[in-house]
């Protein structure tokens, strides 16, 4: 009871919060002035590569990440994928899952986090179509992450402090609005974003205390300086055609390989992972949804050879988000970064509750297993918790 009263208060904190803030306009960013942003806190927008390190000593970091619910189908995959692997450092390879609240079983949630992953989040209601991320205004931004951020802890009984990220449904931006959000409740970076015109060299990290030199694919894109907050931009792969797609599912569309052959779709992750390893050595992203991605075993089981090869290298290391981001702030040599410690975090306990019809926002019933106490009601916008 104290754990929930101790977050029913973060609720309230929080929404006193947005109406201090979401009436403040904050002042336009300028141009990047890099004599005064430095690391650990600031960074201009571009191609250069944390530190001043040459590509040869610089780490090459591989992102996985993984958007939507966690439920018992795509949990298999994970695991199949996932569970067990380690980098040539010995530290465990790890990737990101961007959670919607809608479907999710959050007793998996608690497993992906006791397995060192990241726990990220990607909205309440992932509500369609696109344009309500566009057009969400601070306060709608702030109950479908901020709040998110209380009910992902308190259902999947996870540090609320693990949880540093988020991604916008679509990769739909929503101008200043999201990064305020994020400053004001304490996110640290943003993985939403796409580029198409920083593939090669690729994009670094940075801060938006200064102007973007960014493009924008998805407007409105921020404007404001909003410092310390950071942007993970999303680097595109690029299909057979030479053109850019920003998710993995988005070169089936377009033009990739077969989807049925394995050694083809092995060589496609190769040719776009070096692209990175080669260049830059920006990280590289596989952003993926499973759904889409688990009908073609061909293209997992590719993917999982890709895995193979990147975890026994010696200058790569699979590791999430977060841990890019925290590389950055620190940025130093691979000969240095294989000695350092592993990653620590405290693994949490998770007595399930399997939670059936409950009554809804919108009428319907809902079931879905927790980490903690029924809630009364289903959580949803403006009762994350379900009191």
């Not at 430095?38 to 590509?55: A, E, H, Q, Y």
């Not at 680097?235 to 990739?256: M, Q, R, T």
């Amino acid at each position: 009871m104290k754990r929930l009263a101790l977050l029913a208060l973060l609720l309230v904190s929080s929404a006193t919060l947005a109406e201090d803030s979401s009436s403040e306009v904050p002042a336009a960013a300028e141009p990047c002035d890099r004599e005064a942003c430095k690391l650990p806190n600031c960074r201009c927008s571009g191609t250069d590569i944390p530190g001043g390190l040459t590509p040869r000593d610089t780490p090459q970091f591989v992102v996985l990440a993984f958007e939507d619910s966690v439920h018992e189908e795509n949990i298999v995959t994970y695991r199949r994928v996932l569970y067990n692997r380690r980098n040539s450092n010995g530290c465990a390879a790890s990737a990101t899952f961007f959670v919607s609240h809608l479907y999710s079983n959050y007793v998996f949630v608690n497993e992906l986090y006791n397995r060192g992953h990241e726990v990220a989040l990607h909205s309440m209601t992932h509500m369609n179509p696109s344009t309500y991320w566009r057009d969400a205004t601070y306060d709608v931004i702030k109950q479908e992450f901020a709040d998110q951020r209380v009910q992902m802890s308190h259902f999947a009984n996870i540090p609320f402090d693990s949880i540093t990220g988020m991604r916008v449904p679509f990769l739909q931006l929503s101008g200043d609005n999201s990064f305020r959000v994020m400053s004001d409740y304490g996110l640290k970076y943003d993985n939403s974003w796409a580029t198409n015109a920083y593939t090669s060299p690729a994009m670094w990290p940075y801060t938006l205390d200064y102007q973007s030199t960014q493009d924008c694919l998805a407007p409105p894109c921020p404007n404001a300086s909003i410092p310390g907050v950071w942007v993970n931009p999303i680097i595109p792969w690029v299909d057979l055609d030479g053109k850019p797609c920003s998710l993995v599912h988005e070169c089936f569309a377009i033009n990739s390989p077969d989807l049925f052959n394995e050694t083809l779709w092995f060589q496609f992750i190769l040719n776009n992972f070096e692209r990175h390893y080669f260049g830059n050595r920006a990280p590289f992203g596989v952003s993926l949804l499973e759904g889409v991605i688990y009908p073609f075993p061909q293209v997992l089981s590719a993917l999982e050879r890709f895995l193979d090869v990147i975890n026994n290298l010696d200058d790569v290391f699979m590791v999430t988000s977060d841990e890019v981001i925290e590389w950055v702030k620190n940025p130093v040599p691979i000969s240095q970064y294989r000695t350092q410690a592993c990653r620590q975090f405290i693994p949490t306990t998770c007595v399930p509750s399997q939670c059936e019809v409950i009554s809804s926002y919108d009428g319907r019933e809902y079931e879905f297993e927790s980490c903690n106490v029924c809630p009364r009601v289903y959580p949803w916008l403006g009762n994350p918790l379900g009191q």
